[in-house]
DNA sequence: GAACAATAATTGTCGACGTCAATAGTTGTT
DNA sequence: AACAACTATTGACGTCGACAATTATTGTTC
């Protein structure tokens, strides 16, 4: 019988969890979690996106983001404004606020990743991202 | 600012939720998930372990272990047994019926695997895992 | 050897997560 | 004008992972 670390997918699992948990720990203080970075990192690269779009961007379920996009309105990092074309749509924006708190955050962020893949040299790093992001793309997406 | 999808701390969670799903999807008919099976396999490369142990070997919460027990030993895959040596423990054993489902579900696990790394080759597989493995080992065993 | 700390399994609680069903408002189609 | 499709929203449900507290047992210390 294969031992169980032998097998990729549960690797992935375990690595998974590890990075949330480290994702959520770092995000601790300031009142957010996982979920919302990864909505303020899309929106920092998409300057406007429908609530449609960030779901299956980021493969959240609709409602999901109903409640995402609320709490980070509240913390003044993200505004909903109507769509001039289809009144059903929100647009959801960065605010400057929000642009803000993604500056101030970055290197945090960057230390999160560094302490995952702390034993990788740089060029392992990029193979391993180069390996993962064919994986991600290919499931969908 | 650095694309959400140019991180792969995000990567390695998203991959890890997926692979999570395909596991469960994949166990769903058995009525076990995911973390059932993996103390299975584990036990079948571990001939005989304290739920402690399996706590320590697969980082769930020692919590989490009595309830997983408890549903292998309903379907009588798993065997709680009196340790010798000390009567707070028991020890955790595989029976034959446990064997038989892991040796029934083995192929369709390796699917599980080959669907999700799927657009790498041999090679890229293997550097894949290697390059995982180290990560895990390196956060704790 | 009696009091005390440490350990193994267990129970209960809690928040976060992911999924699904249902609804209201709006748009597109026939 | 009637109907189907879509957007955001609300609500419910089960799983999952983390923690605190409890019970039974073992080890340690005075």
Redesign the pocket.
């Known amino acids: 019988m294969r031992a169980l670390h032998a097998d990729t997918g549960y690797l992935l ?1 375990r690595l998974g ?1 590890r990075s ?2 480290l994702f ?1 720990s770092f995000l601790q203080e300031s009142g957010l ?3 919302h970075y990864a909505v303020l990192r899309l929106l920092a690269t998409t300057p406007g996106a ?6 299956a961007s980021l ?9 995402l ?2 709490d980070l309105e509240k913390l003044g990092f993200a505004e ?1 404004r109507p ?1 001039p ?8 924006v960065l605010t400057d606020g929000g642009r803000a708190f993604l500056r101030d955050t970055d290197e945090a962020g960057q230390r999160v990743t560094n302490e995952l893949v702390g034993p990788l040299d740089a060029t392992e790093r990029e193979q391993l991202h180069a390996l993962l992001q064919r994986v991600a793309e290919s499931g969908l997406a």
């Open positions: 699992y969890l949330g948990q959520n979690r996982l979920r429908l609530q449609r779009e960030l779901s493969g959240y379920d609709p409602s999901a983001i109903v409640g996009v609320d909903r769509s074309d289809d009144r059903r749509s929100r647009i959801i």
